[in-house]
C-alpha cells in the first residue's frame, strides 16, 4: 500500500491488483481502507475475489463492484478447434472443464501436467466417494500438502475440485449430462451417481463448503480435507 501513495513517474496511472481479496489480515485490510478513505485520483485498486460477502463491509462500501461472467463453454470450445486446432474431444473436455474460465483452458493447453492433475483428483474423489471410510482416507494419505499458506491454498484447490464432482455427479443424477464438467471422467462419475441419493450428494456439497470456511479460519488444511471425506 505503501508504493500505491507515492507519486508515480510522469504523473501517471498507477494501479494495483490484490488476488483472493477475501483472504486479507486484518491489518492488511485496515491498511487498504486507509488508502480508499483517502483516495488518490490517479490510483486505482483493484479486489478481485469469489466472495464479496467474505470482505470486510467497510471496504465494500466504499468499492464500485464489477460482476464478471463465465464466458459461454461454446465459444471456448469454438476458439480451442479453429484456432488451437484441438480435436473436438480434447476441446471439449478443456472447455468444459474450464468452466467459463478461458485463461484456465489456456493453462490446460500450457500445461498437460495441470489438466491431468485435475483429472486425477476428479476420479480419485468419484471414487473414494462411492467407497468405504479407508478408501476416502486413502485418498488424503495419497495429497501431497505442503506447509503454512501453502498448504491452504492446495487445501482450497481440492475442495473446488471436490465441490465440482459432486455437482457434476447431481448433474448425471438429473440427467443434463451435457452440462457436466468432468466429462473426462465420464465412466467414474456415471458409476457413482448411479448409486448415490440425491440427499447424500447435496449434504456432501454443504460439507465441502463448510471445509472451505475452516480453511479460510486458518484450521489445519490436511485436518479439514480429512473432517469432509470422513462425513460425506
Known amino acids: 500500500m505503501g508504493k500505491l501513495a507515492m507519486s508515480s513517474f510522469a504523473n501517471g496511472y498507477k494501479i494495483g491488483i490484490i488476488y483472493g481479496a ?17 483516495p488518490n485520483a490517479k490510483v486505482l485498486i483493484f479486489l478481485l475475489t469469489t466472495s464479496l460477502y467474505d470482505l470486510p463491509l467497510t471496504i465494500v462500501s466504499r468499492s464500485q463492484h464489477l460482476h464478471f461472467q463465465p464466458v459461454a463453454t461454446d465459444l ?16 471439449q473436455n478443456i472447455a468444459q472443464l474450464s468452466a467459463g474460465r478461458p485463461g484456465l483452458a489456456w493453462q490446460f493447453l ?11 483428483m476428479a ?20 495429497l501431497s500438502l505442503g506447509s503454512g499458506q501453502q498448504a491452504s491454498d492446495q487445501a482450497l484447490t481440492i475442495l473446488d475440485v471436490w465441490q465440482n464432482v459432486v455437482r457434476d455427479l447431481l448433474i448425471y443424477s438429473y440427467g443434463e449430462n451435457d452440462l457436466v464438467q468432468y466429462q473426462a471422467v465420464a465412466e467414474e462419475l456415471q458409476k457413482t451417481a448411479s448409486r ?10 454443504r460439507l465441502l463448503s463448510q471445509a472451505k470456511e475452516y480453511v479460510h479460519a486458518n484450521v489445519n488444511a490436511k485436518v479439514a480435507l480429512e473432517q469432509a471425506i470422513i462425513n460425506i
Open 22 to 38: 477475501q483472504d486479507l489480515s486484518l491489518s492488511a485490510a485496515n491498511s487498504l481502507l486507509k488508502q480508499l478513505e483517502e
Open 76 to 91: 471456448i470450445y469454438d476458439y480451442l478447434i479453429k484456432e488451437r486446432q484441438l480435436k473436438r474431444s480434447q476441446a
Open 110 to 120: 500450457d500445461n498437460e501436467a495441470d489438466y491431468q492433475q485435475q483429472l486425477t
Open 123 to 142: 476420479k480419485n474423489f468419484a471414487l473414494a466417494f462411492a467407497n468405504d471410510i479407508n478408501w476416502r482416507l486413502q485418498t488424503i494419505n495419497e
Open 196 to 205: 448415490q441419493p440425491i440427499s447424500r450428494l447435496l449434504n456432501a456439497s
